[in-house]
């Protein structure tokens, strides 16, 4: 179908089936895509050149590669993860949630006093994780993580015999965001204030996203 669609906007000036997907693109980002604040000066810069591609055959090739890679990968990783760019923060993520729980190294501090577990953080990280508690998920202990190269806090919460890795780390452009389920476990991203999230954890689904909204109603 996707196919179809962009041979015959290619070879076509059927403005109907441009505007039907325009809508789809649009209904697509709308429903599944994460929020993230635009920088200063995107609104200008982005108008600015869609009144320069206006004026030329590009602006309308521009719309089918994006409708084709919409539906080309929205039905395999989700909308909001492939905006994101998530699969290799998703992969290190899962990677050193496995490595803590095979291993011995699941707390550097071992705590369920977040007055022990942020502290600790001080001086061992260039910024200060919230470690909010809950009575549903209590806090089990922290520990210093790399992702991809890059220094993260490591949040640990427990619910019945399940362990939740959350980690904290500097936000970098579109590394975070949404939801996905890898190999029996579930992911839930987002970036706030400058920092990147992403809990995992065998969990099921619902009662992840139930810790995460708990967490950001306690940052």
Not at 14 to 43: K, N, Q, V
Request: some cysteine; overall charge negative; charged content about 20%.
């Amino acid at each position: 179908m996707s196919c179809e669609i962009a041979r015959r906007l290619m070879e076509s000036g059927d403005t109907g089936l441009r505007l039907h997907t325009e809508s789809c693109l649009s209904c697509a980002i709308g429903e599944h895509a994460r929020y993230y604040e635009a920088p200063a000066g995107l609104e200008s810069r982005i108008r600015a050149a869609l009144s320069a591609d206006a004026r030329t055959p590009a602006y309308r090739q521009w719309w089918v590669a994006a409708a084709v890679l919409v539906l080309a990968v929205a039905g395999s990783v989700g909308v909001d993860r492939m905006l994101s760019g998530d699969r290799a923060i998703e992969t290190a993520v899962l990677s050193a949630h496995l490595r803590s729980l095979e291993g011995t190294h699941l707390f550097d501090v071992p705590s369920s006093d977040q007055h022990t577990v942020k502290p600790w953080f001080d001086g061992r990280l260039d910024f200060s994780p919230a470690v909010p508690t809950f009575g549903d998920f209590p806090l089990l202990g922290g520990r210093l993580e790399y992702l991809d190269g890059h220094p993260a806090a490591a949040l640990v919460y427990g619910r019945a015999k399940h362990v939740i890795n959350l980690f904290v780390w500097r936000s970098a452009a579109g590394s975070s965001g949404g939801t996905a389920t890898r190999d029996g476990y579930h992911f839930v991203g987002w970036s706030a204030n400058g920092m990147d999230y992403e809990a995992v954890s065998d969990l099921n689904a619902a009662e992840l996203e139930r810790f995460v909204s708990l967490y950001r109603r306690g940052q």
